[in-house]
């Protein structure tokens, strides 16, 4: 059982193009994490998001934070080649069993073609 | 500053071998983690570490074993590799203190294991 549920799975784009990926779950977190994983790396973090409703932006990147701290998105504006890898959410537990531990999402893999 | 370090990158084993996965950090981080990554299923953990001495399962432990006898080093133990081990694994670490559970992880670059 998949506590964060990430679609799409895959995304091939052209360059120029927006896109969105999305991070669901019926689970509360106190805060959701976001990650970008190159070939052959690990994963890094982009950004925190704590608050509900909270927005950060990143340069061309946007993320959101679900006003009931269920879900979180990702939007990425004008995408460029550069920005190609895997994305990944995880989110922290807030309550009982499941506090502080961090759910990973299966992640999105991005493809952005010039 | 190096971060988080795995040795080896690949690795081959034969069904039924042992081997050790090495991880080594230099951030004075006191949380450490295994995870497993396999196409298409995310990062699954496997153990973690919040100190010097003390380790505890993750969702997927069986087959594994860890130990943490100082900060820096939280090696992984494989002891009859089997199949189902083929996999990138990632050692990561961070640090936190109290109720500060949004810590970010730092992770190591993987090894890519292979059990033929």
């Known amino acids: 059982t998949q506590l964060l549920e990430q679609s799409p799975q895959f995304l091939s784009i052209q360059e120029g193009e927006n896109l969105t990926v999305y991070c669901n779950s019926s689970?509360?977190?106190?805060?959701l994490q976001w990650y970008r994983q190159e070939p052959g790396e690990g994963p890094v973090l982009l950004v925190t998001?704590?608050?509900?409703?909270e927005v950060k932006k990143l340069k061309r990147l946007t993320f959101q934070f679900g006003d009931a701290r269920k879900d979180s998105s990702l939007h990425i504006t004008a995408a460029q080649p550069g920005d190609t890898g895997l994305y990944l959410c995880?989110?922290?537990?807030?309550?009982?069993?499941?506090?502080?531990?961090?759910?990973f999402g299966r992640g999105t893999q991005l493809t952005v073609w010039p | 500053n190096a971060g988080v370090t795995q040795t080896p990158k690949f690795r081959i084993l034969k069904i039924g071998q042992s081997m050790t996965l090495q991880c080594t950090q230099d951030?004075?981080?006191?949380?450490m983690y295994w995870y497993r990554q396999d196409p298409g299923m995310g990062l699954k953990l496997i153990y973690y570490?919040?100190?010097?001495?003390?380790?505890d399962k993750g969702e997927v432990p069986n087959g594994y074993n860890v130990s943490r006898s100082t900060t820096e080093d939280f090696p992984l133990r494989l002891e009859l590799a089997a199949p189902s081990q083929t996999s990138v694994y990632f050692c990561?670490?961070?640090?936190?203190?109290?109720?500060?559970?949004?810590?970010?992880?730092?992770f190591g670059n993987g090894t890519r294991l292979t059990v033929t």
């Open positions: 990561a670490s961070s640090y936190r203190t109290g109720s500060s559970y949004n810590s970010p992880l730092h």
């Open positions: 689970s509360v977190f106190s805060s």
């Open positions: 998001v704590v608050t509900g409703g």
């Open positions: 995880a989110g922290v537990g807030e309550r009982g069993s499941t506090l502080g531990r961090l759910y």
């Open positions: 951030m004075n981080h006191n949380y």
């Open positions: 570490s919040v100190g010097a001495g003390i380790t």
